[in-house]
């Protein structure tokens, strides 16, 4: 599996020079300094012991010889009779290749060489072939198992406080990055976060620079969109106010004409307002509990009448949302008005909380022709109005300003087909946390 996160990426490039770094190391230290011990440590021991086979003269090594016995002693080295009880030990030891090679040629004769942990300490076994009935020995009292035990939890303290410094060290580097993305996110949701620190590299610096540059330039366009669109919206809205006016000052007999007249004015005026809460930004700062049970049924009430009733399912006890209360009501009401527009006289909204009470949600139901499949994805755009089996009245605004009330407010809204026919849709936002 492919890594993307930088932070991962880097934690396993710094794990894996360092596991390199500590093979090196151990290898550096096996082949120029343990190994020239070892060979050193086989020469002497080969030459004591060439003396102690010298004065045997192929003789059974149990002589008495005082030069013998005085070299045996001081290496502390026993003879044992391959099939006495204490040989055993020699055939549950681990060959050692490199010194039975060592010692072969510096003994001249074909020599194994075997290694094996003993109650005090480790010790070293000989099978000569110049000794054919006998097995020698060589307690290393200087080499005990407690003598590696330092060096393998130093080198792992080591390891963990490098490991735990390099930890440190890229999260200090990737903090920037984090909240980066964070604001880049923010952005995304259409809002603008304030000016981020310059911190860290000075990659990371430019970075950062230009976000702040660009999300300063955001800023602006969207601050010169909402006053061009207020001035167009005035600008308009006034001749259409005179030109209402005008028309309620027609004649009775003229009146089938000032019908149509103030009507049009009526949905020119809408169309200016869903432009307007199109693009009205969101002020996080104003947000306040909303509790979805309370919004359904003031919508059911509201958009239902003696021509359509609306089936209603609300929970009880729901946990309340965060958000602005007017933003979600106008949000659950274009769901309705949108079922009520292209369903067939019968629109549900239900509500309700998961599981595990983390969201709550609404959901506003029809059993119009609903849409083709391949046209759901495009509701929520701008100016689209699904397919013919929807119809085509508005302005393709209302589902596109439900989408972007619910991105404010961090939530989800999901659209699909009902079995039964007709649509489904369902918003959904987090519950708040006091």
Not at 87 to 112: N, P
Not at 209 to 226: P, T, Y
């Amino acid at each position: 599996m492919r890594i993307r996160s930088s932070f991962t990426q880097s934690i396993v490039l710094f794990l894996s020079l360092l596991i390199a770094s500590q093979v090196f190391s151990y290898y550096a230290v096996f082949n120029y300094a343990l190994m020239p011990s070892l060979q050193q440590f086989n020469k002497i021991l080969a030459h004591e012991l060439n003396l102690v086979l010298d004065e045997s003269s192929g003789e059974d090594l149990e002589m008495d010889a005082p030069l013998r016995r005085r070299v045996l002693e001081q290496l502390g080295v026993t003879v044992h009779a391959k099939d006495g009880p204490i040989s055993e030990e020699y055939f549950h030891a681990v060959t050692i290749d490199l010194m039975s090679e060592e010692m072969s040629k510096e003994l001249g004769s074909q020599t194994e060489v075997r290694l094996i942990l003993g109650a005090e300490s480790y010790v070293l076994w000989m099978d000569i072939d110049a000794l054919p009935n006998s097995l020698i020995r060589i307690p290393l009292s200087e080499l005990q198992e407690e003598d590696f035990a330092p060096l393998f939890r130093n080198s792992l303290i080591m390891a963990l406080l490098i490991i735990a410094g390099g930890w440190l060290f890229i999260r200090l580097q990737n903090r920037p990055l984090i909240a980066l993305e964070k604001a880049a996110k923010g952005v995304g949701r259409g809002e603008i976060p304030p000016p981020l620190s310059e911190k860290g590299a000075s990659e990371i610096r430019s970075v950062t620079r230009a976000f702040n540059s660009m999300s300063k330039g955001i800023q602006e366009l969207e601050e010169d969109r909402a006053l061009l669109m207020a001035g167009i919206s005035h600008d308009l809205r006034t001749p259409l106010t005179r030109i209402r006016l005008a028309t309620e000052m027609m004649s009775p007999e003229d009146a089938y004409l000032a019908e149509g007249i103030i009507s049009d004015t009526e949905e020119c005026n809408e169309i200016i307002s869903q432009f307007m809460d199109y693009l009205k930004p969101v002020n996080t700062e104003s947000f306040t509990n909303v509790f979805l049970d309370d919004i359904a049924r003031e919508v059911a009430s509201s958009e239902g009448g003696y021509e359509v009733q609306i089936e209603t399912d609300i929970a009880e006890s729901m946990k309340a949302a965060l958000g602005n209360p007017i933003a979600i009501k106008r949000a659950v009401s274009n769901l309705v008005v949108n079922s009520l527009r292209y369903g067939n006289g019968w629109v549900k909204i239900s509500t309700g909380m998961t599981a595990d009470n983390k969201l709550v949600w609404v959901t506003v139901e029809d059993n119009g022709p609903g849409i083709e499949q391949d046209q759901i994805s495009k509701l929520f755009e701008p100016f689209t109005r699904g397919d013919t089996a929807r119809g085509s009245e508005g302005t393709g605004l209302g589902l596109a300003i439900v989408k972007r009330i619910v991105s404010q407010h961090q939530g989800a809204v999901v659209v699909n087909n009902r079995s039964q026919g007709g649509l489904k849709a369902q918003i959904s936002f987090p519950t708040y946390k006091s």
